[in-house]
């Protein structure tokens, strides 16, 4: 730039000398500090500049990778909870299937239960009936032995005389035939 300076004062120079020693411009000064300048610039540019857009793409690429980290991140939550579905739908049917075998073993067992009942309770009423018919015939028997005692006291008192183990024997019987048909 500063040769370009020189050559324009050199070539037309009447009107821009004019301007610049109005504003007081040093030409020797200007070209040294446009030069202290470009180096300022380039030491800059080196020890700050590059350094400072490496952090910067370094800052971006971790940027791009947690994107895509909670883009993985977000499929694989998605993932997850669509296996917690399937589990959780699983589970409701295994559950369901349990409720049903556990309600068909109750009713197997139920039925089972009440067969035991009603062959228990059919056990108690033959017995009972046997019983029944064993007192029934026991009563029978003590019946006719105590019929046949009081016609034997009673015909004893009705003909007024004593009647022998032989007449009281007959008499017995004869009331235990009478009595049975």
Same mark, same amino acid.
């Given at each position: 730039?500063?040769?370009? #300076?020189?050559? &324009?004062?050199?070539?037309?120079? +009447? /009107?821009?000398?004019?301007? $610049?020693?109005?504003?007081?411009?040093?030409? *020797?000064?200007? +070209?040294?500090?446009?030069?202290?300048? =470009?180096?300022?610039? %380039?030491?800059?540019?080196?020890?700050?500049? !590059?350094?400072?857009?490496?952090?910067?793409?370094?800052?971006?690429?971790?940027? #791009? =990778?947690?994107?895509?980290? $909670?883009?993985?991140? !977000?499929?694989?939550?998605?993932?997850?909870?669509?296996?917690?579905?399937? &589990?959780?739908?699983? $589970?409701?049917?295994? +559950? !369901?299937?349990?409720?049903?075998?556990?309600?068909?073993? $109750?009713?197997? *067992?139920?039925?089972?239960?009440?067969? !035991?009942?009603?062959?228990?309770?059919? /056990?108690?009423?033959?017995?009972?009936?046997?019983? %029944?018919?064993?007192?029934?015939?026991?009563?029978?028997?003590?019946?006719?032995?105590?019929? +046949?005692?009081?016609? *034997? /006291?009673?015909?004893?008192? &009705?003909?007024?005389?004593?009647?022998?183990?032989?007449? /009281?024997?007959?008499?017995?019987?004869?009331? #235990?035939?009478?009595? #049975?048909?």
């Amino acid at each position: 730039m500063l040769p370009l #300076a020189l050559q &324009v004062t050199a070539e037309g120079g +009447g /009107q821009i000398e004019q301007v $610049a020693r109005t504003f007081g411009v040093d030409w *020797v000064h200007l +070209g040294a500090q446009m030069i202290s300048f =470009s180096i300022v610039c %380039a030491v800059l540019y080196r020890l700050a500049y !590059k350094p400072i857009l490496q952090i910067l793409e370094a800052r971006r690429e971790q940027i #791009a =990778s947690g994107l895509a980290n $909670a883009e993985q991140i !977000k499929a694989e939550l998605a993932r997850i909870e669509r296996a917690r579905q399937d &589990v959780l739908t699983q $589970a409701g049917v295994e +559950g !369901k299937q349990l409720i049903d075998d556990a309600r068909a073993a $109750a009713a197997r *067992v139920q039925a089972a239960e009440t067969q !035991k009942a009603i062959a228990a309770a059919e /056990q108690i009423l033959v017995r009972a009936h046997e019983t %029944a018919a064993r007192e029934r015939a026991t009563m029978l028997a003590e019946l006719r032995r105590e019929v +046949g005692r009081l016609v *034997v /006291q009673t015909t004893a008192s &009705v003909t007024g005389k004593l009647l022998t183990a032989d007449d /009281q024997r007959r008499l017995a019987e004869e009331t #235990a035939r009478q009595l #049975a048909l």
